[in-house]
Antibody, heavy 127, light 108 residues
Framework: EVQLVESGGGLVQPGGSLRLSCAAS????????MNWVRQAPGKGLEWVSY????????YSADSVKGRFTISRDNAKNSLYLQMNSLRDEDTAVYYC????????????????????WGQGTLVTVSS | SYVLTQPPSVSVAPGQTARITCGGN??????VHWYQQKPGQAPVLVVY???DRPSGIPERFSGSNSGNTATLTINRVEAGDEADYYC???????????FGGGTKLTVL
């Protein structure tokens, strides 16, 4: 059974740092691309960052670029999100999500969906 | 950046058909995915690649995509379908995933 379990959330002051972890099990983690997605209280989903299976490709949303860093340790079946210079607007539940195995990319689209999600970890940025 | 527009809310009586739209510039050229999220739970993929269903998702859920609008259709709506629904695409110009703002489906 595929499982994604996030941890590391909590209360942090503005300007502070936090490192989120996502422990994966039930599948060959090293062969899957992974993502972080967040959801502010009462708001919609916002994609945060993507990392390819071998860490060679990383993409991040403009709202977190330069502050958040996605990484992974395939030997530990773990995904990470290092969050620095945190702001009030970073308050959200953070989910890790797995890219589906099958998909394709063209000049106009990529068909990979997020087929499994963790239950999320809450990050609260407040003084 | 690419923008996806969803209606904030859709209401439907049990047994009827719900249609949730997702608008975007030439979205018909993109692969659209749909997620269902119930209160306090993580999102669940219900339709991928415009119209395919993951295993375990009822046949009542279907999708279509053409022109500037993608649509999630839920036939014979049940009380348990009440949830927020989000569309998603990959924006090749920015290398970003984009979600729509979400639609709250209310079963009357």
């Amino acid at each position: 059974e595929v499982q994604l379990v996030e941890s590391g959330g909590g209360l942090v002051q503005p300007g502070g740092s936090l490192r989120l972890s996502c422990a994966a099990s039930g599948f060959t983690f090293s062969t899957y691309n992974m993502n972080w997605v967040r959801q502010a209280p009462g708001k919609g989903l916002e994609w945060v960052s993507y990392i390819s299976s071998g860490s060679s490709t990383i993409y991040s949303a403009d709202s977190v670029k330069g502050r958040f860093t996605i990484s992974r340790d395939n030997a530990k079946n773990s995904l990470y999100l290092q969050m620095n210079s945190l702001r009030d607007e970073d308050t959200a539940v953070y989910y890790c999500a797995r890219d589906a195995k099958s998909g394709y990319c063209t000049s106009t689209t990529c068909s990979y969906s997020f087929d499994y999600w963790g239950q999320g970890t809450l990050v609260t940025v407040s003084s | 950046s690419y923008v996806l527009t969803q209606p904030p809310s859709v209401s439907v009586a049990p047994g009827q058909t719900a249609r949730i739209t997702c608008g975007g510039n030439n979205i018909g050229s993109k692969s659209v995915h749909w997620y269902q999220q119930k209160p306090g739970q993580a999102p669940v993929l219900v339709v991928y690649d415009d119209s395919d269903r993951p295993s375990g998702i009822p046949e009542r859920f279907s999708g279509s995509n053409s022109g500037n609008t993608a649509t999630l259709t839920i036939n014979r709506v049940e009380a348990g379908d009440e949830a927020d629904y989000y569309c998603q695409v990959w924006d090749t110009s920015s290398d970003h995933w984009v979600f729509g703002g979400g639609t709250k489906l209310t079963v009357l």
